[in-house]
């Protein structure tokens, strides 16, 4: 009946004034906010390859300055592929062309012919990035071969130990943790690649997986990874990376792209090449790799246009190459369809012209290789084909593309550094950090450092993942990089910062993290000055009684091969477990026995 | 309330014959009538279409497999072999963990704020349960994931290590006796999911015992302590067996709940399609996730069968809601409770 | 449960309340107004006794042994097996607390009130275990949002030139917080309209449909949120070919709170007493007029608070933003296409995104988050907190100068009627009046 009233109607009219001024004022503040972007821009929208995430997402940040407002969604190749199909996106980012017949039982994607055109827009590295620890220190330097690495991600090969991949590396002693492969949950255009690769190079390792994966008959290169238990599958890129950086994930090796590994400061795996080298995927490297790469040039099938074909990748025998190095593509739609339309391939032209020039620059310092001059004149061409772009002539020595050079050769490519005497197989093995820990040399028995060659060629660029062996930069955001042998009193110190010590089955306190055995105070108990050949190769623990208990701040400082001590095996419910109930009874009972001995008595006293 | 409607005889003499009543709507009450009526006829077409479209959609892909739908555990439809066993085990894991949790927790929880906390106290513990009810689902899934996960493999090596030889427990490649085995097979596990899906349970549950529980007649109550109960003996025999229907309601409705949460699982989880019972090993799923997960990238075929993975989720809620309203309908207490 | 609502002979025999003197105390008491009887289901109950007060010994039981059982643990811990690890230290305390406790109470109590000792400990810890466990979510995301939430661009700036390893004082999340506010707004726009009629239908109707849209009602709120996300995805997005869009979010999210809210807004109405119907049927007011003047004001605050409610739901989230809108990091004001950011998707995004600056951004979103679903959350119990029908003393106040305005004019039409000697007839829809009355009603 309120309302009946005046004053209340009135009061009511004035509630809303004031509801709608406020909201007004919100639109407006709203409104006046954003930089007023040139008029001609469209807001674009994109989705699709998270291995390509990093560089497409720096140039989305650089094209802001000219108003350019693109989304990027990192949901993965096969989504980024299908979204584009369905007319929800402007562009999609993908690892790999439309699947018009793929061999691993997922359905054909059918893009309508003509409307739409391949435009590689970067390339890189998968790189393995691992999470290893020896005794509390990070192993930065490991090395596997080919096969190695599919048969860890096979599961054929379970725990670090395995003699196979101690074979690979001679200077480390690899402990007996268990081997958590982390892969793609979804579609994705790297674990296509992976998968492509291992068919080609080890099709037998793939073969048998398939088949106990369930995934057989359809046993072709997938964007799917089957998984068996034991596997964890994560979302994207990140979602491997922030897995495997996690502190309870020692032990976790995941396939991401270079620039994830940068980003996280993890190592990755340097694997071996053709030429009996262990290469990382450096921006250069991936040059080097990748001028073995066939790209398709028959421009009258715009379906294979500009595709890549790796098998010339896997099997160079550059000394300096990388076999997981491949091109990552824009797909632009060549027609006016589902949300996109003209204005939209103005701003998209635009965004394209930018990312195949000026962004080239910087995506070396990403940890993503620039596109060679071919691919660039190619990609200008494939921009003319959307509609609405306003056609730029762009002097492509503007572009200050650091592969380009006077004689049309690539400057990065010839500039990449040969790989050290070390990193060649069977011949010992580099301390050198590699990925995001360029700096963080690991400890590597004394013999298995190869002498270095006289005639070996010197970094000629200080790429992230070649810095010369034993110089340590001071200030390193990342702990452990003291030399060998001297001790950093006071200073955190790999082992200290996780006290997080839990029990073991035997109720003996073993740190979460390091699994190393852990005196009540919570400091890691280690050993120093064994004998490294003493180690027990199959749990990579040292044993030896000769050494002296030294604080962990001193002894986590120390590079030198440190070792644990002796670890008690023992299963659950033994003596040591009887004696700690025995003393929790006994100290409750210390604390309860007079109020009960008090009321016996006095139960006595008055019966 | 409406007693008085009827006419009475107060003052004695003939009986009132019943009048006919009959109804002649105004125009303005027929717009009113149709007004409302149309609008309870769109939320049913709404509703109605969402249901009906689920069906449509995923007749498809359930007609290709059939009943291989239910007892297959891998998810290829583009392969034509698809089947939710692996996930709805999952769900349904998940869920019976978090109320496994929960269920303890939020009884306790009600009878605390209906018999024991004191007046002052009990207003403040309702509006905080309610608050927790109101927290959204992706900072539980924030706290689980950046703060639970570290806390919860601790007690997930623990329970391992003592109990597996309960399958339950069991944790496929983890060895308990080696202090270097991976921490990684207790993360990312079904009971992880299960934690932070029972934070968001309790409440759930929480709120409607409460209810149920206040509602103990007081007689009942005070006959108890009258004949000398402790408060606790007057909870075990009057209030529990008061709110039973409450109870069971509470729980299914919070397993409702459970069943459906997606995006704090789908941030704690890391999926895997094959089944398996032993809730601390590393990977899990759930219908949600897996619709989260696929949507993007699934072919025509593929949304079709993500849509009969969402039907079953759906009826599967549907029935377990059902079942809730029954039970606390039925029960002495439930009858003006809004389950 | 719907139909049995009064049907409960408890409940029935509790409210039946003594009808109040139509006239008692008309300008001086807040209840003279005819439209505020005290009767309400749910408050009606006779009030509870306190039981038991804790007297000074008992506290100082607590205290004794929650001191030595702490020692005792300590102990344990620390001296004599050296274990670790802050869960274990709790439970170990709480095993040792309830054993001292007990064994400590047996001495001057008998077994019965040991028991009820023990489980009165025990259940006032699970409250505290649900407490501790909503205060550390709430504390801890504050905590790690907190080093983004200090810095003014956080709520001025959205992500468009933010790259993630950036500092913290460029880029925040306005996108998302102005992207929630239009989401949410247009959802409200959809949804309360038809969901407030549905509920009024649900109540005042008499036709045979009522069950059968109860039914789906219920039905659907059983609905997850992801399935309502994918319906609109197929057809909103695929079928239709509307482009991904806020629109497309508000109608996932209008969907998924629409049962939410008809369901929680039905009940409120049917708390709204029945001899309030009657009594503005008996005054020959038509159904619409008794719905829009006595039924709805009445349930005002009740239905405020449902709508809230289902606002705090809708908000919070994720996967039907997810599914249809998509993340966007700049700002959008068009909802009509394109991307639009919501905060729990922001929320999922940057977190999963690892770096440190990402996540504290991550983490600052859902603060705001948070501090938005906390300021709803708070309206909702100062409106909701009276049950229908129950005034705030300011409306109250309002409500009887109102009564006494009308007395003085209806006093005034009598004063005049009288001075023209017309005698009032009967209005001849009466009838009308009184069938509607008499549908009012329940059956149990």
């Not at chain 1, 003291?482 to 997080?500: E, I, L, R, Y």
């Not at chain 2, 391992?160 to 993360?187: Q, R």
């Not at chain 3, 809210?261 to 007011?285: M, N, Q, T």
């Not at chain 3, 996540?359 to 409106?383: D, E, N």
Request: charged share 15%; with cysteine.
């Amino acid at each position: 009946m309120t309302s009946l009233n005046p004053t209340s109607r009135r009061t009511a009219r004035r509630r809303f004034a004031m509801l709608s001024l406020v909201a007004a004022a919100l639109v407006g503040s709203a409104s006046a906010t954003p930089v007023t972007a040139a008029p001609s821009y469209q807001r674009i929208s994109g989705e699709g390859s998270s291995w390509s995430a990093n560089a497409i997402d720096a140039m989305r940040v650089n094209v802001e300055q000219f108003g350019i407002i693109v989304n990027y969604n990192a949901t993965g190749s096969t989504a980024g592929r299908k979204t584009f199909l369905n007319g929800t996106v402007d562009f999609a980012a993908s690892d790999i062309p439309f699947q018009f017949q793929p061999e691993d039982g997922s359905a054909p994607e059918n893009p309508a012919p003509g409307s739409y055109a391949y435009m590689p827009v970067t390339a890189g590295g998968t790189a393995f990035m691992y999470n290893l620890k020896i005794n509390g220190q990070r192993v930065t330097n490991l090395r596997l071969s080919g096969e190695n690495v599919s048969k860890i991600f096979t599961g054929a090969i379970k725990a670090w130990n395995d003699p196979a991949l101690q074979a690979d590396n001679p200077g480390i002693t690899l402990p007996a943790r268990n081997i958590v492969p982390v892969v793609r949950a979804e579609g994705s255009g790297s674990t296509q690649q992976f998968t492509a690769w291992m068919i080609a190079t080890h099709p037998e390792v793939w073969q048998e997986y398939c088949e106990r994966s369930g995934r057989a008959p359809s046993c072709g290169p997938t964007s799917f990874y089957p998984t068996v238990t034991g596997m964890i599958s994560q979302s994207g890129d990140l979602g491997v990376s922030e897995y495997v950086k996690q502190s309870f994930a020692e032990g976790a090796i995941g396939y991401v792209n270079y620039s994830y590994a940068l980003s996280a400061e993890f190592p990755v795996v340097k694997m071996l090449n053709a030429a009996g080298f262990y290469t990382e995927p450096t921006p250069n490297n991936v040059a080097v790799s990748l001028l073995k790469s066939r790209i398709n040039t028959d421009e009258s099938n715009p379906a294979k246009y500009l595709t890549q074909d790796l098998s010339g990748v896997y099997t160079d025998t550059d000394p300096r190459s990388y076999q997981l190095s491949s091109y990552s593509y824009l797909i632009l739609p060549t027609k006016v369809a589902g949300q996109f339309n003209e204005a939209k391939g103005l701003t998209l032209g635009a965004f394209a012209y930018y990312a195949m020039c000026q962004a080239q620059q910087s995506s070396a310092s990403l940890g993503y290789s620039p596109m060679p001059v071919n691919l660039v004149e190619a990609s200008f061409e494939q921009i003319r084909k959307i509609p609405g772009v306003q056609v730029q002539d762009i002097d492509i020595r503007q572009c200050k593309n650091p592969t380009f050079s006077a004689d049309g050769t690539n400057v990065l490519a010839n500039n990449a550094a040969q790989p050290q005497a070390c990193d060649k197989q069977g011949v010992g093995m580099c301390p050198t950090g590699t990925g995001g820990l360029p700096n963080v040399p690991t400890a590597v028995t004394a013999s298995s450092v190869g002498s270095p060659t006289p005639g070996s060629p010197t970094p000629a660029t200080p790429t992230p993942g070649s810095p010369t062996p034993g110089t340590p930069t001071p200030g390193s955001p990342t702990p452990g990089t003291p030399t060998p042998g001297s001790p950093t009193p006071g200073t955190p110190t790999p082992g200290t910062p996780t006290v997080n010590t839990i029990l073991d089955a035997t109720g003996a306190p073993v740190d979460a993290v390091t699994g190393a055995p852990v005196d009540p105070t919570g400091v890691p108990v280690v050993v120093v000055g064994v004998d490294p050949a003493a180690c027990d190769p199959d749990t990579g623990v040292c044993g030896g009684g000769a050494g002296q208990t030294a604080d962990a701040p001193t002894a986590g400082g120390a590079v030198g091969p440190i070792t644990a001590t002796t670890l008690a095996k023992s299963s659950a419910w033994d003596a040591s477990l009887a004696l700690v109930l025995l003393i929790v009874i006994l100290t409750v009972g210390v604390v309860l026995a007079p109020a009960l001995a008090w009321r016996f008595f006095n139960e006595a006293r008055t019966s | 309330m409406t007693t008085t409607l009827r006419p009475t005889t107060p003052h004695g003499g003939a009986p009132d014959t019943p009048r006919t009543l009959s109804l002649r709507l105004g125009r303005s009450d027929k717009i009113f009538t149709r007004g409302t009526f149309a609008s309870g006829m769109i939320v049913l077409s709404i509703m109605g279409a969402v249901g009906f479209f689920l069906t449509l959609e995923s007749t498809d892909a359930l007609g290709k497999v059939g009943f291989g739908f239910l007892t297959t555990s891998v998810w290829e439809p583009d392969r034509g072999v698809f089947g939710i066993k692996a996930v709805v085990t999952f769900t349904i894991l998940i869920a019976l963990v978090a109320v496994a949790i929960a269920l303890p927790i939020s009884i306790a929880t009600a009878l605390f704020i209906a018999e024991i906390a004191p007046r002052r106290l009990r207003s403040l513990l309702v509006s905080l349960v309610d608050l927790m009810a109101a927290v959204p689902s992706v900072v539980y899934g924030l706290w689980g994931a950046f703060l639970m996960q570290g806390q919860v493999i601790g007690v997930s090596r623990w329970i391992n290590t003592w109990f597996s030889w309960i399958p339950l427990f069991k944790v496929e490649g983890a060895d308990p006796s080696n202090p270097l085995s991976n921490a990684t097979v207790y993360t990312a596990s079904t009971f992880v999911a299960g934690v932070v899906v029972a934070m968001m349970v309790i409440p759930i549950q929480c709120v409607v015992m409460r209810e149920v529980f206040s509602q103990v007649p007081p007689g009942e109550r005070e006959g108890a302590f009258a004949l000398g109960s402790t408060r606790w003996g007057m909870i075990r025999v009057v209030t529990i067996p008061f709110g039973r229907g409450g109870i069971i309601g509470g729980t299914m409705l919070g397993l409702g709940r459970a069943l459906g949460e997606t995006i704090a699982v789908y941030m704690v989880i890391s999926s895997r399609f094959d089944v398996s019972f032993n809730v601390l090993e590393a990977g899990s799923n759930s219908v949600s996730a897996l619709i989260a997960l696929r949507y993007g990238e699934a072919s025509e075929f593929g949304l079709s069968a993500l849509f009969a993975a969402g039907l079953s989720l759906f009826m599967i809620t549907l029935v377990v809601n059902f079942v809730a309203s029954w039970f606390v309908s039925r029960s002495r207490s439930g009858a003006s409770s809004d389950a | 449960m719907t139909s049995t609502l009064r049907a409960d002979p408890i409940a029935t025999d509790q409210h039946v309340d003594e009808p109040q003197p139509p006239n008692a105390g008309r300008s001086t008491t807040l209840w003279a107004s005819t439209t505020i009887p005290r009767s309400d289901v749910r408050r009606a109950a006779p009030s509870r006794r306190p039981i038991r007060s804790w007297s000074k010994r008992d506290m100082q039981l607590l205290a004794g042994v929650a001191l030595s059982s702490i020692c005792t643990t300590l102990l344990i811990f620390g001296r004599l097996t050296s274990w670790n690890g802050k869960v274990g230290f709790a439970i170990v305390t709480f095993l040792v607390f309830l054993v001292i406790y007990a064994v400590l109470s047996s001495l001057t109590e008998n077994r019965p009130a040991v028991i009820d000792r023990v489980m009165t400990v025990l259940l006032a810890s699970a409250a505290i275990v649900a407490i501790v466990a909503l205060a550390s979510v709430i504390f801890y995301t504050f905590g790690r949002g907190w080093s983004a939430l200090r810095h003014l661009n956080f709520y001025t700036e959205d992500l468009r030139v933010t790259g993630p390893e950036q500092d913290l004082d460029i880029g925040g999340v306005l996108h998302a917080i102005v992207g929630t506010t239009i989401i949410m707004v247009m959802a409200l726009v959809l949804t309360v309209p038809v969901a407030i009629t549905c509920a009024v239908y649900l109540t005042e109707s008499k036709s045979r449909a009522v069950n059968a849209v109860r039914t789906i009602v219920t039905a659907m709120t059983a609905l997850p949120s992801i399935v309502a996300g994918l319906f609109v995805f197929a057809t909103w997005v695929l079928v239709f070919g509307f482009p991904r869009s806020g629109l497309a979010a508000s109608i996932a999210i209008s969907i998924m709170m629409l049962p939410i809210i008809i369901r929680s807004a039905d009940v409120v109405l049917r708390l709204v007493p029945g001899s309030l119907r009657e009594a503005a049927a008996a005054l020959g007011a038509p159904q619409w007029r008794t719905v829009w003047h006595v039924v709805l004001p009445t349930a005002r605050s009740g239905l405020t608070t449902s709508v809230i409610l289902g606002v705090a739901r809708g908000i919070g989230e994720t996967a039907p933003v997810l599914l249809t809108s998509g993340y966007a990091t700049s700002l959008n004001l068009d909802p009509s296409q394109n991307p639009m950011a919501s905060l729990p998707l922001t929320v999922f995004k940057l977190v999963s995104s690892g770096q440190d600056n990402q996540v504290a951004r991550g983490f600052g979103a859902a603060s705001v988050l948070m501090a938005i679903v906390l300021v709803l959350f708070v309206t909702a119990r100062v409106l909701g907190g009276r049950p229908a029908g129950r005034l705030s003393p300011r409306q109250a106040r309002r409500r009887v100068a109102q009564s006494a305005s009308d007395l003085v004019r209806i006093d005034a039409l009598r004063a005049a009627r009288v001075e023209t000697n017309v005698i009032a007839a009967p209005r001849p829809p009466a009838r009308e009046a009184f069938s509607h009355g008499s549908t009012q009603k329940e059956h149990p």
